[in-house]
């Protein structure tokens, strides 16, 4: 007890909630002090302070869907974390103080995992389940126990399969709560997945708001997504192309921003293509192409056809693995059909896309279009790292094939220092600790794609399949049209975060039951009707793993007891589902019991994982750690044969692609032989072939007459999409702003720091300006993920870019977050920034008891 | 940021001389066995302040006092653009400005390592060592009325570690060592590139002479003096 009373002093101090009430009498002479010796002096910023020797040390990592994984080390005093630090090469084997070498080097966590323990601890904590009773979105609660809630959900689940059948739940989990091997809240394999699933009630949103586009991309392509090569092998570029990349604000993968260091001293040359001159362009020393939004497939056709008219492509490459390229390779059921040079050509359609045709779209001046063009095809090796923003687009999928195209056509796939990027996946650590049974991925009887869920709740049933992108099935149920009545969130704030948000808004008032899991309350939460308390990834066992590349893997045993009366995501399922009557299949290896005692049921499932999944699949390199020493170590790093590059021995040893023609598809077998792209998941034609396609909006659009500005909403540094978006110590570092470029706001009559307001048909959003000559003219950026906080008119005063987009994704699903086009004026309206207001405000909301 | 002290019109030999007057009238700083000192590259720099946050979290800081400041710098004319990084926490000058200025004593400069360290339980808040620093070191805590300040984590430094904020970078681009040593680019240390060498002051920055900061930069061409 004294121990615990200790702590909360401690925890008080440390995170400084206390007031200080002296100065305290000190003793003769310490004046001096400093002078004569160091011994006494109270030097720290609160006192009593204890050094992170005298505290205990626990490996762990953090957890959220960022693109990264890295190591976080708590230093805690009882059950409270005092403060983290991250790895500094004393805990890998071998390991000591500074080891941080180019083939194991540290894993450091970014600002937002080292501001983690603001985010444990804070205010916006749901310590305690919360059911609803006010209006849905009114945000008035009552607290609940544990037995009323689930009791709550169970009864309305049963009810709706009941009423509504198969498809009445929507699965829209994300992995805001856990990416990890246990407790996994993904999109498409989380635990609800497996829960809702079993449960026999489920619809499925397909599409990944990130990168959808790039996964149609690759696996048409290649087959596969596994186009990324490992961080390490940039360091071997001697061009690195940027393309609407910026790692200086994603930080994707454990160390690639470091990697790209290296290849900088090492003279490797940088390119970015982007509408803003980011941090990347900056620190790389960049040669900046500004390109207006939306439009970089057609600047990358004009170089496609510079290239191919200084016949610089690398034709061996493309004979003997490109398929579609040209008539030389086109396959005998397409022969003289349309090729990708035939449409570059303009064979095909009487359209050269020469620089000149580019130029007039994208915005770039034909002379750099050329050069560019130039320096990637006759510098070897170059990667593109063709990224995912510009994907994200009412055409993505066409930029991402496109990209393909380029890299293919220089021969720069599957080479060291060169690139097949796609959707980036490296080489991949084992990676699922739940039980591996029909059910581990999940079963659903209808998918849809993920930001058409507002719209097929308020037009059902008269809804067609390629409205909302129904995905095909073989079992009789083809074409049924999802009745949606309920959603399930896991670790997701989806409904901040996905397209058109006044949509939403009305949508979701339709519904009969809408369940929150979260650590945190979010402006999600705030539209449940009960919201269920997720311990972090601090107060349950689990292993970390690097998010899509990197060789490590982290352990994070339970750091501390979960806070109030949380619980792990697998206790709140298992519970629920022994109410529901299928506990036992869900978590075969518990007992009811479970929800109180979890510890050694975790470890069960995890130490049986490491022993017949990550020592087997790792054992052909030679790389072995036994579990009970991965666990006192807290991390199992290791090196690689050889920098992994994806598709290396599909050039060097002719192993084939998983394309139907095992070969890189630039013309793409299964969408050349679809005949009806309404009964595909993707509802609409996609041609066979990367092409550049007009998006529904732009700056070369009719509407940009209404609305001349186009809007891009990249990822933030300081928030992963809208996790941290509550955390003081980052809020103070930035601000939720509008960047506009200096000639752009002059015509306004806008100042930096004034307040705009930014509109189109769908919305309105009020937040203060950046003006800058970063930013190319006609363009304006917001960051997405910021909690919303609409007024009674639905006008959003934290400033969310996602009132303002359009639910009409790309025929492949890609999410058209980066098609906006808008109008923006100086305003009188308030900016709610939220976070300063943000702990009396949400805690009061949460306190309060009513009826 | 109007004139920079390079720039300035005024006759820097005068103030030089005033600024010695001043020093023989006040104090004599200690002279440390060895001064240590940052070096930040500020090109390399993504500006991510994970350095600042970590620096946050370890001294358990509430918004509003920032012990460790990355600094974003931007110029030029649209496509013509560049941009750049400074990073500053507290420069343990050899000559400090905030340590004359403390009426209680709280400021003290160690004499084995030349850190400037401030003893928050003799701090009474009156913040005069915040006016007289140049660089905006001294930090206000509202939260209880004190003036705070970096330490380069002491602790650590005693426990044969590096402070929070190095071991933090993400880029490797921020460092602490014998400023000497760091100048006269003998130091090993990864901040600097190969060939690359640090100055004492880049644009914008108070003038070095004032206080004698033990920091050193890897500049970007355009915060280069006289660029």
Same mark, same amino acid.
């Given at each position: 007890?004294?121990?615990?009373?200790?702590?909360?002093?401690?925890?008080?101090?440390?995170?400084?909630?206390?007031?200080?009430?002296?100065?305290?009498?000190?003793?003769a002479?310490s004046?001096?002090?400093?002078?004569?010796?160091?011994?006494?002096?109270?030097?720290?910023?609160?006192?009593?302070?204890?050094?992170?020797?005298?505290?205990?040390?626990?490996?762990?990592?953090?957890?959220?869907?960022?693109?990264?994984?890295?190591?976080?080390?708590?230093?805690?005093?009882?059950?409270?974390?005092?403060?983290?630090?991250?790895?500094?090469?004393?805990?890998?084997?071998?390991?000591?103080?500074?080891?941080?070498?180019?083939?194991?080097?540290?894993?450091?966590?970014?600002?937002?995992?080292?501001s983690?323990?603001?985010?444990?601890?804070?205010?916006?904590?749901?310590l305690?389940?919360?059911?609803?009773?006010?209006?849905?979105?009114?945000?008035k609660?009552?607290?609940?126990?544990?037995?009323?809630?689930?009791?709550?959900?169970?009864?309305?689940?049963?009810?709706?399969?009941?009423?509504?059948?198969?498809?009445?739940?929507?699965?829209?989990?994300?992995?805001?709560?856990?990416?990890?091997?246990?407790?996994?809240?993904?999109?498409?394999?989380?635990?609800?997945?497996?829960?809702?699933?079993?449960?026999?009630?489920?619809?499925?949103?397909?599409?990944?708001?990130?990168?959808?586009?790039?996964?149609?991309?690759?696996?048409?392509?290649?087959?596969?997504t596994?186009?990324?090569?490992?961080d390490?092998?940039?360091?071997?570029?001697?061009?690195?192309?940027?393309?609407?990349?910026?790692?200086?604000?994603?930080?994707?993968?454990?160390?690639?921003?470091?990697?790209?260091?290296?290849?900088?001293?090492?003279?490797?040359?940088?390119?970015?293509?982007?509408?803003?001159?980011?941090?990347?362009?900056?620190?790389?020393?960049?040669?900046?192409?500004?390109?207006?939004?939306?439009?970089?497939?057609?600047?990358?056709?004009?170089?496609?056809?510079?290239?191919?008219v200084?016949?610089?492509?690398?034709?061996y490459?493309?004979?003997?693995?490109?398929?579609?390229?040209?008539?030389?390779?086109?396959?005998?059921?397409?022969?003289?059909?349309e090729?990708?040079?035939?449409?570059?050509?303009?064979?095909?359609?009487?359209?050269?896309?020469?620089?000149?045709w580019?130029?007039?779209?994208?915005?770039?001046?034909?002379?750099?279009?050329?050069?560019?063009?130039?320096?990637?095809?006759?510098?070897?090796?170059?990667?593109?790292?063709?990224?995912?923003?510009?994907?994200?687009?009412?055409?993505?999928?066409?930029?991402?094939?496109?990209?393909?195209?380029?890299?293919?056509?220089?021969?720069?796939?599957?080479?060291?220092?060169?690139?097949?990027?796609?959707i980036?996946?490296?080489?991949?650590?084992?990676?699922?600790?739940?039980?591996?049974?029909?059910?581990?991925?999940?079963?659903?009887?209808?998918?849809?794609?993920?930001?058409?869920?507002?719209?097929?709740?308020?037009?059902?049933?008269?809804?067609?399949?390629?409205?909302?992108?129904?995905?095909?099935?073989?079992?009789?149920?083809?074409?049924?049209?999802?009745?949606?009545?309920?959603?399930?969130?896991?670790?997701?704030?989806?409904?901040?975060?996905?397209?058109?948000?006044?949509?939403?808004?009305?949508?979701?008032?339709?519904?009969?039951?809408?369940?929150?899991?979260?650590?945190?309350?979010?402006?999600?939460?705030?539209?449940?009707?009960?919201?269920?308390?997720?311990?972090t990834h601090?107060?349950?066992?689990?292993?970390?793993l690097?998010?899509?590349?990197?060789?490590?893997?982290?352990?994070?045993?339970?750091?501390?007891?979960?806070?109030?009366?949380?619980?792990?995501?697998?206790?709140?399922?298992?519970?629920?589902?022994?109410?529901?009557?299928?506990?036992?299949?869900?978590?075969?290896?518990?007992?009811?019991?479970?929800?109180?005692y979890n510890?050694?049921?975790?470890?069960?499932?995890?130490?049986?994982?490491?022993?017949?999944?990550?020592?087997?699949?790792?054992?052909?390199?030679?790389?072995t750690?036994?579990?009970?020493?991965?666990?006192?170590?807290?991390?199992?790093?290791?090196?690689?044969?050889?920098?992994?590059?994806?598709?290396?021995?599909?050039?060097?040893?002719?192993?084939?692609?998983?394309?139907?023609?095992?070969?890189?598809?630039?013309?793409?077998?299964?969408l050349?032989?679809?005949?009806?792209?309404?009964?595909?998941?993707?509802?609409?034609?996609?041609?066979?072939?990367?092409?550049?396609?007009?998006?529904?909006?732009?700056?070369?659009?009719?509407?940009?007459?209404?609305?001349?500005?186009h809007?891009?909403?990249?990822?933030?540094?300081?928030?992963?999409?809208?996790?941290?978006n509550?955390?003081?110590?980052?809020?103070?570092?930035?601000?939720?702003?509008?960047t506009?470029?200096?000639?752009?706001?002059?015509?306004k009559?806008?100042?930096?720091?004034?307040?705009?307001?930014?509109?189109?048909?769908?919305?309105?959003?009020?937040?203060?300006?950046?003006?800058?000559?970063?930013?190319?003219?006609?363009?304006?950026?917001?960051?997405?993920?910021?909690w919303?906080?609409?007024?009674?008119?639905?006008?959003?005063?934290?400033?969310?870019?996602?009132?303002?987009?359009?639910?009409?994704p790309?025929?492949?699903?890609?999410?058209?977050?980066?098609?906006?086009?808008?109008?923006?004026?100086?305003?009188?309206?308030?900016?709610?920034?939220?976070?300063?207001?943000?702990?009396?405000?949400?805690?009061?909301?949460?306190?309060?008891?009513?009826? | 940021?109007?004139?920079?002290?390079?720039t300035?019109?005024?006759?820097?030999?005068?103030?030089?001389?005033?600024?010695?007057?001043?020093?023989?009238?006040?104090?004599?700083?200690?002279?440390?066995?060895?001064?240590?000192?940052?070096?930040?590259?500020?090109?390399?720099?993504?500006?991510?302040?994970?350095?600042?946050?970590?620096?946050?979290?370890?001294?358990?800081?509430?918004?509003?006092?920032?012990?460790?400041?990355?600094?974003?710098?931007?110029?030029?004319?649209?496509?013509?653009?560049?941009?750049?990084?400074?990073?500053?926490?507290?420069?343990?000058?050899?000559?400090? /400005?905030?340590? !004359?200025?403390?009426? %209680?004593?709280?400021?003290? =400069?160690?004499?084995? +390592?030349?850190?400037?360290?401030?003893? &928050?339980?003799?701090?009474?808040?009156?913040?005069?060592?915040?006016?007289?620093?140049p660089?905006?070191?001294?930090?206000?805590?509202?939260?209880?009325?004190?003036?705070?300040?970096?330490?380069?984590?002491?602790?650590?430094l005693?426990?044969?570690?590096?402070?929070?904020?190095?071991?933090?970078?993400?880029?490797?681009?921020?460092?602490?060592?014998?400023?000497?040593?760091?100048r006269?680019?003998?130091?090993?240390?990864? /901040?600097?590139? !190969?060939?690359e060498? %640090?100055?004492r002051?880049? =644009?914008?920055?108070? +003038?070095?002479?004032?206080?004698?900061? &033990?920091?050193?930069?890897?500049?970007?061409?355009?915060?280069?003096?006289?660029?």
């Amino acid at each position: 007890m004294r121990i615990l009373e200790e702590s909360l002093t401690l925890l008080k101090k440390s995170l400084n909630m206390t007031r200080r009430n002296f100065l305290k009498t000190t003793a003769a002479g310490s004046a001096l002090a400093g002078l004569v010796s160091t011994k006494d002096a109270k030097a720290f910023a609160y006192e009593p302070y204890p050094r992170d020797d005298e505290l205990t040390t626990v490996v762990t990592s953090c957890e959220h869907n960022c693109g990264s994984r890295h190591m976080l080390v708590a230093h805690k005093k009882g059950d409270v974390i005092v403060r983290l630090s991250t790895d500094d090469g004393r805990y890998q084997k071998d390991g000591f103080f500074g080891k941080d070498t180019e083939e194991e080097p540290q894993v450091r966590g970014c600002l937002r995992g080292r501001s983690y323990r603001a985010r444990l601890y804070s205010q916006e904590r749901l310590l305690y389940p919360m059911i609803r009773v006010g209006a849905r979105g009114e945000g008035k609660f009552k607290r609940a126990s544990w037995d009323e809630a689930l009791g709550l959900i169970a009864d309305k689940m049963m009810y709706i399969k009941y009423n509504y059948g198969p498809t009445a739940i929507l699965d829209q989990s994300y992995a805001g709560a856990s990416w990890a091997a246990f407790h996994k809240s993904d999109q498409i394999s989380g635990l609800v997945a497996r829960f809702l699933g079993i449960f026999g009630c489920r619809t499925v949103s397909w599409s990944v708001p990130s990168y959808q586009g790039t996964v149609f991309s690759s696996t048409m392509t290649y087959g596969d997504t596994m186009d990324g090569n490992e961080d390490d092998a940039f360091a071997y570029a001697k061009l690195i192309i940027m393309w609407g990349w910026n790692p200086a604000y994603t930080f994707h993968g454990g160390n690639t921003f470091y990697y790209m260091r290296l290849a900088k001293q090492r003279g490797c040359k940088f390119v970015v293509i982007d509408p803003q001159y980011t941090d990347s362009a900056a620190t790389y020393d960049a040669w900046w192409i500004p390109v207006r939004p939306n439009t970089d497939a057609a600047m990358m056709a004009g170089m496609a056809y510079h290239i191919f008219v200084n016949n610089w492509q690398d034709q061996y490459f493309i004979n003997r693995f490109v398929q579609g390229m040209d008539q030389g390779t086109m396959p005998i059921w397409g022969r003289g059909g349309e090729s990708f040079k035939d449409y570059i050509m303009g064979f095909s359609d009487s359209v050269p896309k020469t620089p000149e045709w580019a130029s007039q779209i994208c915005g770039v001046s034909v002379a750099d279009i050329k050069k560019l063009a130039e320096m990637y095809a006759l510098t070897k090796p170059a990667a593109m790292k063709a990224s995912w923003a510009p994907g994200r687009n009412a055409w993505g999928e066409q930029y991402s094939r496109m990209a393909i195209a380029l890299q293919a056509m220089t021969g720069n796939i599957g080479k060291l220092g060169g690139s097949s990027e796609g959707i980036g996946k490296g080489w991949h650590v084992e990676g699922s600790a739940v039980p591996a049974d029909r059910w581990s991925a999940g079963e659903y009887a209808a998918g849809i794609k993920s930001d058409r869920w507002a719209h097929c709740v308020l037009n059902y049933p008269n809804v067609k399949r390629e409205e909302v992108g129904l995905w095909p099935k073989q079992d009789g149920s083809d074409g049924t049209i999802p009745n949606i009545r309920s959603i399930f969130w896991q670790g997701s704030n989806w409904f901040n975060q996905l397209t058109n948000i006044n949509k939403e808004i009305a949508a979701i008032k339709k519904l009969d039951l809408v369940v929150c899991m979260d650590a945190t309350i979010t402006p999600s939460g705030l539209f449940a009707d009960v919201c269920l308390p997720s311990a972090t990834h601090f107060e349950r066992h689990d292993v970390g793993l690097p998010w899509y590349k990197g060789h490590y893997y982290i352990h994070r045993p339970k750091v501390i007891e979960p806070m109030g009366e949380s619980k792990t995501d697998w206790q709140i399922f298992t519970e629920l589902a022994y109410r529901l009557g299928y506990g036992p299949v869900f978590n075969p290896k518990a007992n009811r019991d479970y929800f109180f005692y979890n510890d050694a049921v975790d470890e069960a499932y995890l130490s049986e994982w490491w022993h017949t999944k990550v020592i087997p699949h790792h054992s052909h390199d030679g790389l072995t750690m036994p579990w009970e020493e991965f666990k006192q170590r807290g991390v199992f790093k290791f090196v690689l044969p050889r920098p992994h590059v994806a598709y290396q021995d599909n050039v060097e040893k002719g192993v084939p692609w998983s394309t139907p023609s095992g070969k890189i598809e630039i013309l793409s077998t299964t969408l050349a032989q679809t005949p009806d792209f309404r009964k595909t998941q993707y509802g609409y034609f996609i041609p066979a072939i990367p092409k550049w396609l007009e998006p529904f909006e732009w700056l070369g659009h009719p509407k940009a007459m209404k609305y001349p500005f186009h809007m891009i909403t990249p990822h933030p540094r300081w928030r992963t999409h809208t996790i941290f978006n509550n955390i003081p110590w980052l809020r103070e570092t930035y601000e939720q702003e509008i960047t506009i470029h200096t000639e752009d706001a002059k015509k306004k009559g806008i100042k930096n720091g004034d307040t705009v307001e930014a509109w189109n048909d769908r919305g309105k959003i009020v937040l203060p300006a950046y003006v800058t000559e970063r930013c190319m003219p006609g363009v304006v950026v917001v960051h997405e993920g910021v909690w919303m906080d609409p007024d009674e008119n639905g006008v959003d005063r934290a400033g969310n870019p996602d009132f303002l987009t359009l639910d009409e994704p790309s025929a492949s699903g890609a999410f058209a977050y980066n098609t906006i086009l808008v109008d923006f004026k100086k305003s009188d309206l308030e900016h709610r920034p939220g976070w300063d207001k943000l702990a009396t405000a949400r805690s009061h909301v949460f306190r309060r008891s009513s009826t | 940021m109007a004139d920079t002290a390079a720039t300035n019109t005024k006759d820097l030999s005068k103030i030089k001389e005033a600024i010695k007057r001043r020093k023989r009238e006040t104090y004599t700083p200690v002279v440390p066995d060895s001064q240590l000192g940052f070096v930040h590259h500020n090109i390399d720099c993504i500006g991510c302040r994970a350095c600042e946050i970590a620096c946050k979290d370890k001294n358990g800081l509430p918004p509003g006092p920032r012990f460790r400041r990355v600094m974003y710098i931007e110029g030029g004319k649209f496509p013509e653009v560049f941009a750049y990084k400074v990073n500053m926490s507290c420069n343990h000058c050899a000559e400090p /400005a905030c340590l !004359p200025t403390c009426p %209680t004593g709280a400021i003290w =400069k160690r004499k084995d +390592n030349g850190v400037v360290d401030i003893d &928050s339980t003799l701090c009474i808040g009156c913040r005069r060592c915040e006016a007289a620093c140049p660089f905006g070191a001294p930090q206000f805590d509202p939260s209880d009325g004190l003036v705070k300040k970096c330490n380069m984590c002491i602790d650590e430094l005693e426990a044969g570690r590096k402070p929070y904020c190095v071991m933090a970078c993400m880029m490797r681009v921020l460092d602490i060592g014998p400023i000497d040593k760091i100048r006269a680019g003998t130091y090993e240390t990864k /901040a600097m590139g !190969p060939g690359e060498t %640090t100055v004492r002051a880049i =644009k914008n920055m108070a +003038n070095p002479e004032l206080t004698n900061p &033990s920091i050193a930069f890897v500049a970007h061409p355009k915060g280069k003096l006289g660029a």
